[in-house]
């Protein structure tokens, strides 16, 4: 059982740069999340998902884009990666909203 | 707007004393409390979960309780080990059912 799994670990980008996080869950959960953390300013979420076909923004959306493709995988997009965006990207998932979340390894993102 | 407090920010004790960890959240509107583990570089463990309703919860060495009216929960180790170096997370979810967390206490157990 793998619980949430995330692609890639590590990326370095130059700014301008677009690429997609990848974020897979095996736990039939309903509802998948996608957070930033930053020294200082602790956990944020981004975007999340409450149900399949469903996404909505978190408290810091801008500069990013959510396709939530099947139950099991809710991938982030970057379309023009800046240097502000260098942080750790992380995938969670959750029964229903008000449950327990479950959390990725995370995605190190470094944007040059 | 929520916002949940950790104080303090970090901690070094001796291995065997008992600790709390202490956190705070502005609105007290809240369906539960949840408290995590995250190891450097890792992701985040969830460690235990209280309901609006409870007082308490508890896991092994683990304890963890909650007053909602005075916007206040602790979760206190008992007999603390070197491999309880971490950081812990508070993180509260209410009417928006999104979870809002701390910045976190980063605890350093001496042997």
């Known amino acids: 059982n793998a619980g949430v799994t995330q692609t890639p670990k590590f990326q370095v980008l130059k700014t301008g740069q677009s690429m997609t996080l990848q974020c897979a869950q095996d736990m039939n959960h309903n509802s998948m999340y996608w957070y930033r953390q930053d020294p200082g300013m602790g956990l944020r979420l981004i975007y999340y998902s409450a149900s399949e076909g469903t996404t909505d923004k978190g408290e810091v959306p801008n500069g990013y884009n959510v396709s939530r493709l099947n139950k099991r995988e809710f991938s982030l997009r970057l379309e023009s990666a800046a240097p502000s965006q260098t942080s750790v990207y992380f995938c969670?998932?959750?029964?229903?909203?008000?449950?327990?979340?479950?959390f990725g390894p995370g995605t190190r993102l470094l944007v040059l | 707007k929520q916002e949940v407090t950790q104080i303090p920010a970090a901690l070094s004790v001796p291995e065997g004393e008992n600790l709390v960890l202490n956190c705070s959240f502005t609105d007290s509107a809240i369906y539960n409390l949840q408290w995590f583990r995250q190891d450097p570089g890792k992701g985040l463990t969830s460690l235990l979960l209280?309901?609006?309703?409870?007082r308490e919860q508890t896991s092994g060495r683990l304890n963890a309780s909650l007053d909602k009216s005075s916007g206040r929960s602790t979760l206190y180790i008992a007999a603390s080990q070197p491999g309880d170096s971490a950081t812990y997370l508070c993180?509260?979810?209410?009417?928006?059912?999104?979870?809002?967390f701390g910045k976190g206490t980063k605890l350093t157990v001496n042997p």
């Open positions: 993180a509260v979810v209410g009417g928006s059912e999104k979870l809002v």
């Open positions: 969670a998932s959750s029964r229903k909203r008000t449950e327990t979340q479950y």
């Open positions: 209280i309901q609006s309703s409870q």
